[in-house]
């Protein structure tokens, strides 16, 4: 099965902790601090390769994790830095927040890289805070955990051309025909779940990449028939060829066929409706085919270019890749164009370092300084302790609980450890 969509949960690695650690020498009765930093935790890293075609690898992984930085030290020696992990997707892979559905990048270079979870990092150790007034601290930093988050992979694949149209009308004879894909070709509607790739190769030494889309019916643009999952691979070509059943084999109008698929493209993503088009009349070798030729010219034939082929036969099918390879070159490259109603418009507000409220007697302290802060800082070492409420202090943190009437004798509650407040 072709698997285009995954939802996969990335961790980048956690930064070493830093290491409290002195000189311990023959000759040497009171050394100097010697702990070293911890490494830093090694980045998830997104890259594309051009040998996968679908999102097939995340069906039964679904989490990844970078290494964690080893923690300091004795003797001013750092932690390794953890080994950074690299996640192959295919091209044309889009990466979105999976809470927000805010699009992070759209990947579409055959050995791109983007670091989508930076790893933390690494804590200090001792040796780092030496000063003039002390000369042996017992301060270390724990490392900084690294970025996690859930994310959406969206695979649109990268095709020069696209064959679009309702189902059963030679759409998978064609890409067969006039290339070396080998799709499944039957008398039914929907035999083509999954879009097929093909190479065309024309006598001038020039080629292009032709996609077989599966079947579009009415309704494809809400969903119906698996629309969305079959409208999203056309957005990334620059020409489409649309295959009508110029016969009406199945008791549908050819006209009505071509208004029914273009109004889906329209409805799923206007820019597709400024998409170039070739009309491809296909089954011509059938006898009803003549009569709809000439309605379908007197109706489109100043619009559109329309070929008339056999699928079966490949008659007109030469002539429609050379005219197709054309106008590939007179063609820019397509960028993936999100209507506007589609977008989201977020508020971002900066957020405060730290909140200060008072309930049930206690006064609450939080926010995201002061996360950052616990996380780094084991202040169960009574000089990280007294390290701590200095940048409290210095954060202003006292200057806010003074300004909303804290007292001598409160209780100050901080990540769960409680302090008595001092003016």
Avoid: C
Avoid at 89 to 103: F, Q, Y
């Amino acid at each position: 099965m072709f698997y285009d969509y995954a939802k996969i949960f990335v961790k980048g690695g956690d930064g070493g902790n830093g290491m409290i650690s002195f000189r311990r020498e023959k000759y040497v009765p009171e050394g100097g601090p010697s702990g070293g930093d911890g490494g830093k935790g090694g980045d998830v890293i997104l890259e594309t390769d051009e040998g996968l075609r679908t999102l097939v690898d995340f069906r039964f992984k679904k989490h990844f994790r970078a290494e964690r930085g080893e923690n300091g030290k004795s003797k001013n020696m750092f932690g390794a830095n953890g080994a950074d992990l690299i996640i192959k997707v295919p091209v044309g892979t889009i990466v979105r927040m999976a809470d927000t559905k805010e699009i992070i990048v759209d990947l579409m270079k055959a050995g791109e890289r983007f670091v989508i979870a930076r790893g933390g990092r690494g804590g200090k150790g001792n040796a780092r805070f030496v000063s003039s007034v002390n000369r042996v601290p017992k301060i270390a930093e724990n490392g900084e955990p690294g970025e996690e988050k859930w994310l959406e992979l969206e695979l649109k694949l990268l095709a020069d051309v696209g064959l679009i149209g309702f189902p059963n009308v030679g759409k998978s004879t064609i890409i067969a025909h006039v290339s070396a894909a080998k799709p499944k070709i039957a008398n039914y509607h929907f035999t083509t779940i999954d879009p097929n790739l093909g190479v065309v190769s024309l006598e001038t030494g020039k080629s292009f990449v032709l996609v077989d889309i599966p079947g579009l019916v009415e309704g494809a643009s809400e969903g119906v028939g698996l629309g969305h999952r079959f409208l999203r691979h056309v957005e990334r070509t620059k020409l489409l060829l649309h295959v009508i059943d110029i016969a009406g084999s199945e008791g549908r109008d050819p006209l009505e066929d071509f208004a029914v698929i273009n109004n889906e493209l329209e409805k799923y993503n206007p820019v597709l409706k400024t998409r170039p088009q070739l009309i491809v009349a296909n089954k011509m070798d059938l006898s009803t085919a003549e009569d709809n030729l000439v309605r379908l010219k007197n109706e489109l034939g100043t619009e559109y270019e329309i070929f008339p082929v056999s699928a079966v036969t490949g008659a007109g099918l030469r002539e429609l890749m050379y005219r197709a390879g054309q106008l590939l070159e007179t063609l820019p490259e397509t960028v993936l164009e999100v209507p506007e109603e589609k977008l989201r418009v977020v508020k971002v507000e900066e957020q405060e370092p730290f909140q200060v409220e008072f309930q049930e007697g206690v006064w609450q302290v939080y926010g995201p300084e002061i996360d950052r802060l616990m996380t780094r800082i084991n202040i169960a070492y009574e000089e990280n302790m007294e390290r701590f409420l200095l940048i409290l202090r210095r954060m202003g943190v006292e200057d806010k609980l003074r300004e909303k009437g804290a007292k001598n004798g409160d209780t100050v509650s901080i990540h769960g450890w409680e302090f008595e407040f001092m003016d």
